[in-house]
C-alpha cells in the first residue's frame, strides 16, 4: 500500500494480464458477525485484509470473541453464541458503515437481553453519515440507545445496566430509502431475539440498493437463518432462528473491486484480455451486474463463474443514461467511463452517494471538472460530458480522494487519456478501507510508454550522500530506486568470484575486458527487501567495503561492463517511477529523464561523512586516509573515457555541504513539483 502524500500516475496505454481480487467488504463483514454471533467454529477463507475488517475484527475481539488468524486471510472464529461476554466496552468501527450498523443492532438486541452498555463511535466522517432509520427502529423495539453526539448520528450508547423487554408483537418499522444497511442490521440481530417468537420487519418507504439485502438474506441462511420476505417490504425472522455456523466458508472477490478492472478492460487497448479472478456470473453481490452496464458502453466480456474476461469492444465507449439503483457503489466507476464516452452519460437513482464516505455526486462532479470535464448534477443524478478520445481537452489534475477509496480507484481509470497527461492521486492510502494493494494490483496489468515513466537521477561523487538522498526521495514519492553504483560493486565482487582479476593493468587487456562485459550482460543480482543477492547469497554487506568500492570503480571504467550493464538499469523503469542515483544516471542511462539532479559535497565534508559511516558500522577508519581514497577515486570516474562523472547538461547542482539530508530531500522535492503539471 502507498503511504505517500500523493501517487503520481502516468499516462498508461494498455493493459493485458490476471488480476485476484481481495475478498468482498460487504460479505467480509457480514460473515464476520455471524460467525461472532453463532454457536460454534467458523473458518473464513479469503477474508478482505482491510481497514472495515480491521476495526470489524477488533470490536469482535473486545466482544470477548475468540478470533485466530491461520493465514493473511484465513480466520478461525469462535462465535459468542449469542452471549455477551463482556458487558462494557467502546467500540471504534472508524469509518465502516458495514460494522457500525449492524454492531449497533446486536449490540442493542443483545444488551435488552442480557443487560450491558456498549459506545460506539468512528472517525468524523462516521458521525456525519446517519443512524437515526436504525435508531428509530430499535427503540421501537424496546432497545435503549443514547446519543452521544448529533442526534440521529454516531457516537451513541447503547443498552443499560439491566435487561429491558423487547416489544416483538407488532412488525418493527424501518425507512429503506436512505441505506440499505438498516434493514440488514435488523435482520442480522433479531435472529438473536427469535427464539420463541417470529418477529417480522416492515420496510417504509421504497427499499434502495435491493441486492445487498439478497446478500444479507443469502448469508443468513447459510447461517441457519431462513428469512421469508414479501416482496421488499416485509420479512419474518421464523420462531426458534438460531444460527448454527456452516464449518467453512469462503468470501469471494469484491464485485465493486472488479468494476475497476472490467472498466480497465473496456478502456485500454488490448492485445490480451484483462482477466479478473475470484468473481464470476455466479457472483451473490449486486455490483456484479456492473458488467452490464460496462457491456452497455461496450465493453467485451466473456464471463464463467468464478472468472471474468474483459476486452474493449466499442470505442469510444458508447454513452448511457442508466437507473443505478442497483449498483450503487460500482456506478462511480460509471462516470469515469463516461469521460471516454461518444456522448453524454446519465446516472440516477444514485442518492445514497450523498451520504457514503463521503458526497460521492458532489466529490465526483468537482473532480471530474478538474480533469477538464463538464459535468452536471442534481440532488440524486449526475450528468458526465465525454472529454473524448482525441486527447483534447483533458487537464492533469491532482485528484482529492475526501478518504474515499472508490474516488481513488475511479480516478486512476483517468490514466488511460488520450492526452497522455498525468493523473496525481491525492492521499492514495484511502484504498486501504477495501483494497490496500489496489495501485501494485493495476502496475501489474497496465502498460505505459517507458519515456512517460519519470525518472529522477541523482548523480555525483562518492560520499556526496546520493543514495541516502534517492532513497528519501523515493519514499515520499513511491518510487523504485536504482542504486546503480551497487551493480559496478557486484560486478567486481562477481569477476573476483570467479578469479579473474580487476587490477588497472590486468584490465587494459581486450580478452578480460570482454569477459567482464559478457559477466555484467548476465549478471545474476536481485534486489529485494533491502538485501542484495548474487546468485543467491547474500552479498549486501560485502559490496559495500571499501575495498569493493575501489573496485567497483576501477571495473567500471571498462565499457564493456558499462555496455553490459544498460539494459539491466533501464529495467529498473518501472510504474509509478524511478529514482536512480550514480555517475551516469543523467548522462547515459536516462538522458531524457524529467529532473537531473548533480550532488556534490566539498571533499572534507564527503571524507567526514563516510568516516562516520564505517565507524557507526563498527568498523576502522582513518579521515585521511579515506580523503585521499576518495579523491583517487573521483578522480578515475572523472577522467574515465566511457561515461565520465560529469553533471549532464541539464543538470541542476546541489552542494549539499551545509545541508541536513532533510533540506536536501526538500530541495529536491521542490524541484520535482515546479517540473509536473499539477501546479502548487
Ligand atoms: N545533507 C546530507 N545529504 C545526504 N547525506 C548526508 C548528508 N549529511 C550527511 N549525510 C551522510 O553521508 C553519508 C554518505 O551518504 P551516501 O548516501 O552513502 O552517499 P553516496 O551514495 O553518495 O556514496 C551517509 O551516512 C549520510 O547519512
Ligand atoms: N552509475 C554509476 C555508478 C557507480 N559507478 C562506479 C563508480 C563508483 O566509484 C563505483 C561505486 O559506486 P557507488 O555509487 O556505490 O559508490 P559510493 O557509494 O558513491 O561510494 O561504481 C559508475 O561508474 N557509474
Avoid at 503520481?8 to 485476484?20: K, M
Avoid at 427464539?195 to 417504509?204: L, P
Wanted: glycine content about 8%; proline content about 6%.
Amino acid at each position: 500500500m502507498y503511504r505517500t502524500a500523493f501517487l503520481d500516475i502516468p499516462p498508461l496505454t494498455r493493459a493485458a494480464g490476471s488480476v485476484r481480487l481481495p475478498g468482498s467488504k460487504s460479505i467480509s463483514n457480514r460473515v464476520l458477525l455471524l460467525a461472532a454471533l453463532c454457536d460454534g467454529v467458523t473458518v473464513i477463507e479469503d477474508l478482505l485484509d482491510s481497514d472495515d475488517t480491521r476495526v470489524m475484527l477488533e470490536a469482535l475481539a473486545t466482544l470477548g470473541c475468540g478470533l485466530e488468524r491461520l493465514g493473511p486471510t484465513t480466520v478461525r472464529v469462535r462465535g459468542l453464541a449469542g452471549r455477551l461476554h463482556v458487558r462494557e466496552a467502546r467500540l471504534f468501527l472508524g469509518n465502516a458503515g458495514t460494522a457500525m450498523r449492524p454492531l449497533t443492532a446486536a449490540l442493542t438486541v443483545l444488551t435488552a437481553l442480557q443487560g450491558g452498555r456498549f459506545e460506539l463511535s468512528g472517525v468524523p466522517r462516521m458521525h456525519e453519515r446517519p443512524i437515526g432509520d436504525l435508531v428509530d427502529a430499535l427503540r421501537q423495539l424496546g432497545g435503549t440507545i443514547e446519543d452521544l453526539g448529533q442526534p440521529g448520528y454516531p457516537p451513541l450508547a447503547v443498552g443499560a445496566p439491566a435487561p429491558t423487554p423487547l416489544r416483538l408483537d407488532a412488525p418493527i418499522q424501518v425507512r429503506g430509502d436512505v441505506s440499505s444497511q438498516f434493514l440488514t442490521a435488523l435482520l442480522l440481530a433479531l435472529p438473536l431475539a427469535a427464539q420463541t417468537r417470529a418477529v417480522t420487519i416492515e420496510v417504509v418507504g421504497e427499499l434502495i440498493s435491493k441486492p445487498y439485502i439478497e446478500i444479507t438474506l443469502r448469508l443468513l441462511a447459510r447461517f441457519g437463518v431462513e428469512v421469508q420476505r414479501e416482496g421488499w417490504s416485509r420479512f419474518t425472522i421464523p420462531a426458534g432462528a438460531r444460527y448454527t455456523t456452516p464449518g467453512c466458508i469462503h468470501v469471494e472477490g469484491d464485485a465493486s473491486s472488479a468494476s475497476y478492472f472490467v472498466a480497465l478492460g473496456a478502456i485500454a487497448a488490448t492485445d490480451a484480455p484483462v482477466t479478473i479472478e475470484g468473481v464470476g456470473l455466479d457472483s451473490i453481490q449486486g455490483d456484479i451486474r456492473f458488467v452490464e452496464a460496462a457491456q452497455a458502453m461496450g465493453a467485451h466480456v466473456e464471463g464463467e463463474a468464478n472468472r471474468l474476461h474483459v476486452r474493449r469492444g466499442a470505442w469510444p465507449l458508447r454513452a448511457l443514461d442508466l437507473d443505478c439503483n442497483h449498483i450503487p457503489d460500482a456506478a462511480m466507476t460509471l462516470a469515469v467511463m463516461a469521460l471516454y464516452a461518444d456522448g453524454p452519460t446519465t446516472l440516477r437513482h444514485i442518492g445514497s452517494w450523498r451520504v457514503k464516505e463521503t458526497d460521492r455526486i458532489a466529490a465526483m462532479a468537482a473532480e471530474l471538472r478538474q480533469l477538464g470535464a463538464t459535468v452536471d448534477e442534481g440532488p440524486d443524478w449526475l450528468r458526465v460530458h465525454p472529454l473524448g478520445t482525441d486527447g483534447r481537452g483533458w487537464r492533469a489534475a491532482a485528484i482529492h480522494t475526501y478518504d474515499d477509496h472508490r474516488m481513488a480507484m475511479c480516478a486512476s481509470l483517468a490514466a488511460f487519456n488520450p492526452a497522455r497527461v498525468p493523473v496525481r492521486i491525492l492521499d492514495p492510502q484511502c484504498v486501504g478501507k477495501t483494497f490496500p494493494d489496489y495501485f501494485e494490483t493495476l502496475w501489474s496489468v497496465v502498460e505505459a510508454a517507458p519515456a512517460d515513466i519519470p525518472v529522477i537521477c541523482i548523480d555525483g561523487p562518492t560520499a556526496s550522500g546520493k543514495g541516502t538522498l534517492a532513497a528519501a526521495v523515493a519514499q515520499r514519492l513511491g518510487y523504485h530506486v536504482l542504486d546503480s553504483g551497487a551493480l559496478y560493486r557486484v560486478v567486481g565482487l562477481a569477476a573476483e568470484r570467479a578469479g579473474l582479476p580487476t587490477d588497472e593493468a590486468a584490465l587494459a587487456a581486450p580478452a578480460l575486458a570482454q569477459r567482464l562485459g559478457a559477466l555484467a550482460e548476465r549478471l545474476p543480482v536481485r534486489f529485494a527487501d533491502g538485501r542484495i543477492w548474487l546468485a543467491g547469497d547474500d552479498v549486501t554487506d560485502a559490496v559495500r567495503s571499501e575495498a569493493a568500492g575501489m573496485a567497483a570503480s576501477r571495473v567500471s571504467a571498462v565499457p564493456a561492463v558499462r555496455a553490459g550493464l544498460l539494459a539491466l538499469q533501464r529495467g529498473f523503469r518501472r510504474l509509478p517511477g524511478l529514482v536512480a542515483d550514480g555517475r551516469d544516471m543523467g548522462t547515459v542511462v536516462f538522458p531524457d529523464a524529467p529532473l537531473k539532479v548533480f550532488l556534490t559535497a566539498s571533499a572534507a565534508t564527503r571524507a567526514r561523512r563516510r568516516y562516520e559511516q564505517l565507524i557507526s558500522r563498527g568498523e576502522t577508519a582513518s579521515i585521511d586516509g579515506l580523503l585521499a581514497d576518495l579523491e583517487a577515486r573521483d578522480a578515475r570516474d572523472r577522467s574515465r573515457a566511457a561515461a565520465p562523472l560529469k553533471p549532464a547538461e541539464d543538470a541542476l547542482a546541489l552542494d549539499n555541504s551545509e545541508q541536513t539530508i532533510e533540506q536536501s530531500v526538500d530541495t529536491v522535492l521542490t524541484w520535482w513539483q515546479r517540473s509536473r503539471p499539477f501546479g502548487g
